[in-house]
């Protein structure tokens, strides 16, 4: 019984523990990384590129998706980009497709949902 009463005690204590030490997303400033950018996109007959660079105040993590509308058909492509404070990251993207006719691509920050930088073409 001893025994009980002291594991819950412990484990109680490291809960505690936890709480206390481990810090939130708002108090350690993740909440506030913003990013700004810009992208372009192009299109040939057989594929669409998408060039551009973002910068970030904080480690942010970038999602470019790209869709292209080729031969009647629409695709998409996403990929994650790592970003470190205030260090410019290079997008550069190419999705190969014959008879590509319209192409648009985003970066978003994942973290907060928010458009960095978007862009069409056709």
Same mark, same amino acid.
């Given at each position: 019984m001893t025994r009980s009463? /002291?594991? &819950?005690a412990m484990f109680a204590c490291v809960f505690a523990l936890? /709480? +206390?030490v481990t810090p939130s997303a708002?108090?350690?400033g993740l909440a506030s990384v913003s990013c700004s950018g810009s992208t372009k996109t192009t299109v040939t007959t057989s594929g669409a590129t998408t060039t551009g660079t973002v &910068?970030?105040?904080g480690v942010a993590t970038?999602?470019?998706t790209t869709t292209v509308d080729a031969a009647g058909l629409t695709t998409t492509v996403t990929s994650l980009i790592p970003a470190l404070p205030n260090q410019s990251v290079a997008i550069g993207s190419t999705v190969s497709a014959a %008879? +590509? &006719?319209a192409a648009c691509s985003s970066v978003v920050? +994942? %973290?907060t949902g928010a458009t960095v930088a978007a862009s069409c073409s056709t």
């Open positions: 009463i /002291a594991r &819950t936890t /709480a +206390v708002h108090a350690s &910068t970030c105040n970038l999602k470019l %008879g +590509v &006719t920050q +994942v %973290g």
